[in-house]
């Protein structure tokens, strides 16, 4: 025995005397494929990214094994979340996660919380748009605002993703700051909601960028503001000469509020540091594609990109701010038997 192991060394240091390098011990990276939870419905945005990374995986040839996209919508996405916390130990799974990963548990009161997981990384922030269907006469959101305001309260109808979740709170947030008042229609996904906005059985949305600019490019809706500090970066023409960096903040418009929502990645609890490094160096890959630049041009994206403990630390500040907002406006899960 000892005689081979000297004969195995004796081999490696011939070949390095030669100029022929030995591989080092491989990093970690998947014996399997890989599930990759939506905890939402197919068709939303959530959807659509992870199918875009499916794709660009695929065709750069960025994993061995497969990326299996798996929509896991229940309980307003609380299954997939809860699939993620049972799989400890098991770095075969990631989820994409958007504002539910606070709004879920905040709301439903399932024994669920973003520090059961582990942050891999921030791959963008998701713009919401206040929309109204263009053959309205509002060009500007305080019109808009200001008609709500005149008509009888609730006559105006919101329309969007679920119920006390990113687009519900929004809507509240805007009628405590303008005293108007809405009545609040919840629909499957952000697909649904344009589409109703478009046959005019609602007054205005705040859907996402990539779910309305299909609309807004075919001319049957406007974009009003944006709820971002700063206008959103891109200048391509998308309809009547303007373009996503040409839509004012809502701020601008007296609408004093602020919203954008995480498009980030998260995997199962006690996951190794190789492990996570190899997920973030994957994401990495996967944003130098143009198929991802293009992807972020046309749902007019905010890109920032956070790992670690930076990562961490915007997840905490979230959910506090999440809590705040939950709490005003009245959806926090009784504590009450």
């Given amino acids: 025995m000892k005689h081979t192991a000297q004969t195995a060394l004796g081999a490696i240091a011939a070949l390095c005397a030669v100029g022929i390098s030995v591989p080092a011990t491989a990093a ?48 307003a996405g609380g299954e997939g979340f809860l699939d993620l916390k049972t799989s400890g130990g098991n770095p075969h799974k990631i ?15 399932i024994p669920f919380s973003w520090k059961d997981l582990t942050p ?18 509002y060009k500007t959101a305080k ?61 205005s949305t705040v859907n996402n960028p990539i779910e309305a600019v299909a609309q807004w490019r075919g001319g049957k809706l406007r974009p009003l503001c944006v709820f971002d500090a700063q206008p959103m970066a891109y200048d391509e023409q998308i309809a009547d000469g303007k373009s996503w960096k040409d839509i004012p903040t809502c701020k601008s418009q007296g609408l004093d509020m602020e919203y954008l929502m995480l498009r980030g990645i998260f995997m199962p609890p006690r996951a190794t540091k190789d492990q996570i490094e190899y997920y973030v160096e994957l994401f990495k890959k996967v944003r ?8 972020m041009k046309s749902g007019a994206f905010n890109t920032t990109f956070l790992t670690g403990a930076d990562y961490a630390k915007w997840v905490e500040a979230e959910e506090k701010r999440h809590e705040t907002l939950m709490k005003d406006a009245g959806f926090l899960a009784s504590t009450g038997n």
């Fill in 28 to 75: 970690w990276e998947p014996v399997r494929p890989v599930e990759f939870i939506v905890p939402a419905g197919t068709g939303g945005g959530a959807d659509q990214m992870a199918r875009t990374i499916q794709g660009i995986v695929t065709k750069h040839n960025l994993m061995k094994q497969p990326l299996v996209v798996i929509n896991k919508a229940g309980g």
């Fill in 143 to 203: 019109e808009y605002v200001d008609a709500v305001k005149a008509a009888p309260p609730g006559s105006m109808k919101m329309g969007g993703t679920g119920s006390k979740q990113e687009d519900q709170i929004i809507t509240v947030a805007v009628e405590k700051a303008t005293g108007a008042k809405f009545t609040y229609i919840p629909y499957k996904g952000g697909g649904e909601v344009a589409v109703q906005l478009v046959g005019n059985h609602l007054d």
């Fill in 120 to 137: 891999v990384a921030m791959l963008a922030l998701d713009e919401f748009v206040l929309w109204v269907n263009a053959e309205k006469p």
């Fill in 288 to 295: 130098a594609t143009p198929e991802w630049q293009d992807f």
């Fill in 95 to 109: 989820i994409i996660t958007l504002s539910n990963l606070f709004t879920t548990p905040l709301a439903t009161g």
